[in-house]
């Protein structure tokens, strides 16, 4: 089987990558913007759409990472570029191609920013992107299905939570750093429910989907299958690097303060954010590893 990846270098790609050689002893073709030395082949996005097509002549399935994904220093245009357009060349790409299915991850930020006070989200809510990288994410989606329609191309899109794994980025990097002072964190009270998903977990759900029937032309949500409140998630990064972390209870009254100052950060902490998994269990017979 020979595979096509965008975002390899990335923080899902680099887990991804070994992971489909390992699974499926999948060839792999990166489609990258900065070509360097790697175990497989790549073709450089600056090459002509006719080099690209001719290099992914023979591919199963393309899977779309590459993304921007923060919003930090960002603009519009740089999201049209870096998110909407690459995608748009890419679905062009996969039906010149002939590629038998594409594989879109996508974000859980699609649907929204938060579940408090409502029902977990799900693959077929209305979606909700409330700031520009969400709202890129549905631009993506919605794209791909209008241009992928009348092509033989099929489409799956994947919309993850929050992503934990070794190398961590964003918010989950900041948590890591706390543990790392080895002093006490101030989470010991939070009963917020928030869903996450393991790269592992990520992982395993992509190789099912390159292949599954019920896959096709479907939207799934995915995670670990439990959602856990913030000291349990902190406890769950430690346990990946091994480290033993004590808690104590921070006034709630100072988290209101903080969230006055940093009201996203502390949200995405300590926020409600729930996914229903039950149709990717139901569709695919996918389950999360705990």
């Known amino acids: 089987m020979r595979i096509a990846v965008t975002g390899a270098n990335g923080f899902v790609g680099q887990a991804l ?5 390992d699974q499926l002893q999948a060839s792999l073709v990166s489609l990258t913007r900065n070509p360097s030395a790697t175990m ?8 002509t759409d006719a080099e690209l097509i001719t290099g992914l002549g023979d591919v199963d399935c393309l899977i779309h990472l590459a993304a921007r994904a923060h919003t930090k220093n960002s603009t519009p245009a740089d999201f ?3 998110n909407v357009a690459l995608t748009k060349r890419i679905a062009y790409l996969s039906i010149a191609a002939k590629i038998p299915r594409l594989i879109y991850l996508s974000s859980i930020k699609v649907n929204g920013e938060s579940t408090k006070g409502r029902n977990p989200y ?4 209305l979606p909700q992107p409330e700031d520009i990288y969400g709202q890129s994410k549905l631009a ?6 209008e241009i992928l329609a009348s092509s033989s191309t099929e489409l799956v899109i994947i919309r993850p939570p929050l992503i934990y794994g070794d190398h961590n980025k964003g918010n989950l990097r900041l948590l890591e750093a706390l543990i790392n002072t080895h ?3 101030p989470f010991g009270n939070f009963n917020n429910r928030r869903d996450v998903v393991s790269i592992e977990n990520l992982c395993s759900l992509i190789v099912l989907s390159i292949k599954h029937p019920a896959a096709a032309n479907e939207i799934f949500l995915v995670s670990d299958g439990k959602a856990r409140n913030t000291k349990e998630i902190v406890q769950l990064l430690a346990r990946r690097k091994g480290k033993i972390v004590r808690f104590f209870n921070f006034p709630q009254w100072m988290f209101t303060l903080l969230k006055k100052f940093k009201p996203q950060v502390i949200e995405r902490l300590t926020g409600d954010l729930q996914v229903n ?9 996918w389950n999360p590893n705990n």
Request: aromatic share 2%.
């Open 17 to 21: 990558c070994p992971f489909l050689q």
């Open 40 to 47: 497989h082949e790549q073709l450089a996005l600056s090459t």
């Open 80 to 82: 049209e570029r870096d």
């Open 122 to 125: 799900s693959a077929d809510d």
């Open 140 to 145: 993506c989606e919605q794209l791909l299905a």
């Open 183 to 185: 002093l006490p964190l």
């Open 277 to 285: 998994i039950d149709k990717t269990r139901s569709l695919l017979g």
